[in-house]
């Protein structure tokens, strides 16, 4: 199960930081990865980590704003949301899967298991 958190309302310029718990230990072999949806609009990728933990991965939108980064030992995986824009505010999701590929870090559909969300809302 994930849980995510840490979402709320900001000005623009600001920061947040949400953290995304997983219960099962087994997601340390998994890729985890951030999403967001707007309000109309379909979900997007942010940002996530390869199944190796490796890599990292971002959607243009965000780079050089967001960074994302796990602890291993708490099971969680963070994402620290910087200089940010009212374009930005969404529900964002965190997802994993075993079976993303490098060609699918992108993709909803590679994700098996998903969060509940957590809203963040910027201010102009």
């Known amino acids: 199960q994930l849980q995510a958190s840490g979402g709320g309302l900001v000005q623009a310029g600001g920061t947040l930081r949400l953290s995304c718990a997983a219960s099962?230990?087994?997601?340390?072999?998994?890729?985890m990865g951030w999403f967001r949806q707007a309000p109309g609009k379909e979900r997007e990728f942010v940002a996530a980590?390869?199944?190796?933990?490796?890599?990292?991965y971002y959607a243009d939108s965000v780079k050089g704003r967001f960074t994302i980064s796990r602890d291993n030992a708490k099971n969680t995986v963070y994402l620290q949301m910087m200089n940010l824009k009212p374009e930005d505010t969404a529900l964002y999701y965190c997802?994993?899967?075993?079976?993303?590929?490098?060609?699918?870090?992108?993709?909803?559909?590679?994700?098996?298991?998903w969060g509940q969300g957590t809203l963040v809302t910027v201010s102009s």
């Open positions: 997802a994993v899967g075993n079976r993303v590929i490098t060609s699918s870090i992108g993709s909803a559909s590679a994700y098996d298991f």
């Open positions: 099962r230990r087994t997601f340390g072999t998994y890729a």
């Open positions: 980590f390869s199944r190796s933990g490796g890599y990292t």
